[in-house]
C-alpha cells in the first residue's frame, strides 16, 4: 500500500491546473540533493488506499483538475488503483518521477508525468537546460517551455 508523507493543494507543478498532490514514502531513488530526502523512509505517513483519496476528492469537488503524485511508481500495482479512482472522478493525473521513464503500465492512466533525476547542475523544470521532462502522455509532447519565466 501507498504511504503518503504530505497532502497539499498546488498550482504550480501541474501548469493550468488546481492538482491535490501526493508526496509518497519510500522512495528508493535517493537522487543527490533530492528536496524530498526526509520522505525516504517507507514506514513514515498514512495509508493511500482508493477509499481515502476518493473521500478527499470529495471534500474537494469542484475545486480541483487534478491529482499529482510525487513518486509511488515502485508501487506500481497501488499507484494504478489511485490513479484509476482520480480518473473516474473525472481529473487528470500526474506523476513525478526520478526515472527517465515513468513504468509503461502507468501510462494510460496517467494525463501528464515528469521524468528524470534531480541534477543540480542542470536545475528543474524552470531551466531551460535541465534533464527533467514535463510530458503530456497523449501525444508525447514535451512542455517544459510552460514553466520558464
Known amino acids: 500500500m501507498l504511504r503518503f508523507v504530505r497532502e497539499d493543494v498546488v498550482w504550480q507543478e501541474v501548469p493550468h491546473e488546481v492538482s491535490l ?3 509518497i514514502a519510500g522512495c528508493p531513488l535517493r537522487c543527490p540533493g533530492c528536496h524530498s530526502a526526509d520522505t525516504w523512509n517507507a514506514r513514515q505517513g498514512r495509508a493511500l ?3 481515502y483519496l476518493q473521500r478527499r476528492l470529495g471534500d474537494y469537488a469542484g475545486l480541483l483538475s487534478c491529482v499529482l503524485f510525487f513518486g509511488g511508481e515502485w508501487q506500481t500495482a497501488a499507484l494504478l488503483d489511485c490513479l484509476r479512482t482520480a480518473r473516474a472522478a ?3 493525473t ?3 518521477t526520478g526515472l527517465e521513464e515513468a513504468p509503461a503500465a502507468l501510462l494510460p492512466e496517467l494525463t501528464f508525468v515528469k521524468t528524470g533525476a534531480w541534477r543540480r547542475e542542470r536545475g ?3 531551466c531551460p537546460d535541465t534533464n527533467q521532462r514535463f510530458i503530456r502522455t497523449a501525444d508525447g509532447a514535451v512542455l517544459n517551455h510552460l514553466f520558464w519565466r
Open 124 to 126: 528543474g523544470l524552470d
Open 49 to 51: 488506499s482508493p477509499a
Open 94 to 96: 500526474c506523476l513525478y
Open 90 to 92: 473525472g481529473l487528470k
Open 21 to 23: 498532490a501526493y508526496t
